[in-house]
């Protein structure tokens, strides 16, 4: 019915099509509905049609997947889809270029819908790649596309890639799509013009305001030289945390670096069209690769301490009775009659009991098949979530893998120090970095299981400290690195016979886990938040060695190059447009006249930014709910009383009120249109500036003969020492704020940043519109981020919150004052720490705040799902 939540049929196959469909939607079945899913309906053009035209203002997410869409139903779609659309599913209709091409060209149109996600899977799309690539100019909230299993190859293809890395900035373009998630996997790209399709991909994942979290590149028939060019465009691309390229010619390592395979040109990578997944499956086994798994020393200390407290006679023996608590205080769960078998199997001298060595050995045993089905259950599920062929059953995607950041230390005495992890065989080695408290540190990410680690301290290997150890059941070649403080080592290679392990699989039972180990949930977790710019990482992709980075020449600072670079300053143009817009809006033509109307506008001009100063300061402190907009009459009367302006005649306490009154009244035969706030018993911009008018007429207008632009001036006067605290804090701190070392600390943490702002705003934002943030939302995160003190109360948050806000000409029809974006902000939240008063420059303020928040936010709650 009309107001639901979503509608879905559940009706049998042949009561549906495009008459059954049409015949609801002019029932009117549609109408108010949220959620339209509309799945393998048999529908053609006529029932999307239909389906597009009925849709109401409401709707967030239309899935037409599995159906027969054309391009008539395509081009509907496009045509009458409402801003309020953020979903749109349309896979699996296989609806060919054409049909691409009218969608985009209606979905490219003003006031189209800005989506946050648009499926186009198996749609035999060819060339319309380039259509698509030109609606993400468009698009500029769209964070997923799906393009999987079509025929993009050729100039389709580059279009799209070309698309994906906008028109920069400087040629008037507005830089990189904000797309965060793409799949193209299932494609042609290695067919046709394959060298120029990769590297326009390459040249859009170079740009530094690439948004890309996750691209599928699978099965696309690339070969070795194009994945290698893959590989030199991400190098220093550190965004990308999911990369996957399985069916080309290279595979990704654990630090997200593409290792090109020079081997692999076969014909499985010139098929003109990709093979299905049941082929691909019969030529390969259906078994994932089985890992080993290591018992640590500390779970053998336990199995130890477990027989020594069942053996309680000391007879150095454990019975079959005896063996179920013992193996249930190891957390594995035995039957009594699953025990006596246990028994019989480990008891290797055939005296029905097990001794220490027979005990621990069948222990060791269990613990491992534990883990094993652990992880293939783990690994099953996985591939179930995420609809994969078994060809994929491990990747190195930190985000489909649920890998997480993890800071591997040494706190011993050490001139250089390395780590060595299985995952790449103890091949590669990552340094420590000495901080100041004298730990050697470095951070990486690891999948949710078992991973072992061996360091090279100086010339030698040692372990973790803190961590479980156990002992490699076949050594392993450790091949020394060498720096220029450390003498010549006597053997470049040694061998590890024991390592450290860190378990993010939670299949650790008797060793200690160290709080930077997260244990793994059972959804995938990834370390961004938002998708445009989702999360703070403190581990970044394809940055583990110096060798790595590429070398670019550090050009100067400036402020237009800068994050601040879209702030709007109050110039005098856009100070005079503010002016005229309050002033024509009050009632002043009805107590002002003739000449001295025009007089008063230009003393109210020259004068307007002390005048915004006092309202600011006056809205803040009148602030409650969710709103900075509007005096209230108490703060407006000890404002006026704290000037001295109020006097025994015309400018009493109670005139002042009833002054306030006046200045609330809507002036009859004006524009009736609403506001778009309501402030309840407050005053308004423009009706506090009709207060002050009336305020100045009164006091010194009836009370010392001026003439009203006098009487203004002479107020302004008296308020002028009022206005001074707020004004020197807004210049004091954007010239604290505005420079090179606060520019820097908020883009290191940018992510982070991006992540608060989005978990902390949207709450008050219309349907359909960019999430904002309110006051109110403001205040919460600054209470959740510890920013109060003494100096700065959480009253003052209001403040904060205002000395962030550009100036906006109108706010009466646009809610676009109240509401922060992204780069309001960072002014607010550095306002904040700047009200601290604190002695240390405003950036060291900002890279303690941020990197302390950093670290709170990682591991725990911005660690969130990304599907």
């Known amino acids: 019915g009309a107001g639901g939540s979503g509608v879905e049929p559940r009706l049998p196959m042949r009561l549906l099509g495009d008459g059954q469909v049409s015949a609801w939607c002019a029932a009117g079945l549609l109408d108010g509905q949220r959620e339209v899913r509309l799945r393998s309906a048999h529908l053609g053009d006529a029932g999307a049609v239909a389906v597009a035209e009925s849709l ?144 326009a991909l390459a040249a859009a994942l170079e740009e530094e305001d690439s948004a890309l979290v996750h691209l599928d590149l699978s099965y696309n028939s690339l070969r070795a030289e194009e994945c290698a060019a893959l590989g030199v465009g991400l190098r220093d691309n550190h965004t990308l945390l999911g990369l996957h390229l399985v069916g080309n010619a290279a595979s990704v390592d654990a630090n997200g670096f593409v290792v090109a395979n020079t081997a692999s040109n076969s014909s499985a990578h010139q098929q003109s069209r990709p093979a299905s997944p049941a082929k691909l499956l019969g030529q390969v086994s259906a078994t994932p690769q089985k890992r080993t798994f290591l018992v640590s020393s500390e779970e053998r200390e336990a199995i130890h301490a477990a027989f020594r407290a069942v053996d309680a006679d000391g007879s150095g023996t454990v019975e079959p009775s005896e063996l179920g608590a013992t193996m249930r205080d190891l957390g594995l769960d035995t039957s009594p009659g699953e025990a006596v078998a246990l028994v019989a199997r480990a008891d290797s001298d055939g005296n029905g009991s097990l001794d220490i060595d027979e005990f621990t050995a069948l222990m060791e045993s269990l613990i491992i098949k534990e883990r094993e089905e652990r992880e293939t259950k783990r690994a099953r599920d996985l591939e179930m979530d995420r609809e994969r062929s078994l060809l994929e059953a491990r990747t190195s995607c930190w ?112 060793g200690q886990q160290q709080d930077h180990a997260q244990p793994c949930s059972q959804t995938r977790t990834v370390v961004l938040d938002d998708p445009n710019r989702p999360g703070s990482i403190y581990v970044v992709p394809r940055m583990t060695q110096a060798e790595h980075r590429r070398r670019k020449k550090a050009k100067p600072w400036s402020f237009e190059r800068s994050i601040f670079a879209e702030w709007r300053f109050e110039n005098e143009k856009l100070l005079a447009a503010a002016c005229c817009k309050d002033f024509h809006t009050t009632k002043a033509a009805k107590f002002i006249k003739g000449k001295d109307l025009d007089r008063t506008l230009q003393v109210i001009k020259a004068h307007y930014a002390t005048f915004l100063r006092l309202y600011r300061r006056c809205a803040s402190l009148s602030t409650a709910g969710a709103s900075t907009f509007g005096v209230a009459m108490t703060v407006a009367a ?133 999430p904002q943030m309110s006051c109110k939302e403001f205040e919460e995160m600054l209470a959740g981020s510890e920013v109060f003190n003494e100096l700065f109360p959480a009253r003052e948050a209001p403040y904060a919150f205002l000395m962030g806000m550009q100036l906006y000409p109108d706010e009466l029809y646009s809610l676009d004052f109240a509401t922060m974006n992204f780069l309001e902000f960072l002014h607010g939240f550095s306002a904040s720490l700047y009200l601290r008063r604190e002695e240390s420059p405003l950036a060291e303020v900002l890279e303690r705040f941020l990197a302390s928040l950093s670290s709170k936010h990682l591991l725990s709650g911005f660690l969130r799902g990304l599907r």
Request: charged residues 25%; aromatic residues 6%.
């Open 56 to 199: 109401g203002e409401a709707v967030v997410e239309l899935d037409l997947s599995g159906n027969s869409v054309g391009p008539a139903g395509a081009e509907a779609v496009g045509r009458t889809a409402t801003p309020s659309l953020q979903t749109l599913i349309l896979s699996g209709n296989g609806m060919a270029d054409s049909a691409v091409r009218r969608l985009c060209a209606g979905l490219a149109r003003p006031g189209a819908p800005q989506l946050l996600q648009l499926s186009l899977a198996e749609n035999h799309i060819t060339h319309a790649g380039r259509s698509l690539g030109d609606l993400l100019a468009a698009q500029k909230r769209l964070t997923f596309l799906d393009l999987h299993w079509n025929y993009l190859t050729g100039d389709g293809a580059l279009g799209l890639f070309e698309g994906l890395r906008g028109k920069r900035k400087e040629e008037g373009g507005s830089g990189s799509s904000k797309l965060a998630r793409l799949d193209v996997s299932w494609n042609c790209l290695g067919n046709t013009g394959a060298e120029a399709t990769v590297a």
């Open 638 to 770: 000890d404002m006026l009383a704290a000037a001295d302006v109020m006097d025994d005649a015309f400018c009493r306490p109670s005139d002042v009120d009833t002054m306030f009154i006046a200045a609330r009244v809507r002036e009859k035969g004006a524009d009736k249109r609403p506001f778009s706030v309501k402030a309840d018993d407050k005053l308004l911009r423009f009706q506090f500036m009709e207060l002050l008018l009336r305020v100045a007429v009164a006091r010194f207008g009836k009370t010392e003969d001026m003439a009203p632009p006098d009487a203004l001036a002479a107020l302004f006067q008296k308020l002028k020492p009022q206005a001074q605290r707020p004004d020197s804090d807004l210049k004091t701190f954007h010239a604290a704020l505005h420079t090179e070392a606060c520019d820097k600390a908020l883009k290191k943490h940018e992510p982070l940043l991006r992540s608060i702002f989005s978990c902390h705003s949207g709450r008050f934002t219309k349907p359909g519109l960019e």
């Open 399 to 510: 985000i489909c893998e649920s890998w997480q950041p993890i800071e591997i230390e040494y706190t011993g005495e050490a001139t250089a120090v390395w780590a060595y992890l299985s995952l790449d065989n103890f091949e590669q080695a990552t340094r420590l970095e000495q901080d100041s408290t004298g730990r050697w540190v470095c951070e990486r990410m690891l999948p949710p299981e078992q991973v072992w680690v061996v360091l090279q301290v100086d010339n030698g290997l040692g372990l973790l400290p803190r961590r479980p150890t156990a002992a490699l059941p076949k050594a392993a070649a450790i091949r020394l690195r060498s720096a220029e403080e450390l003498p010549e080592a006597e053997e470049a290679i040694v061998f590890a016979r024991e390592v450290s392990i860190i378990d993010l699989g939670g299949g650790s039972k008797g």
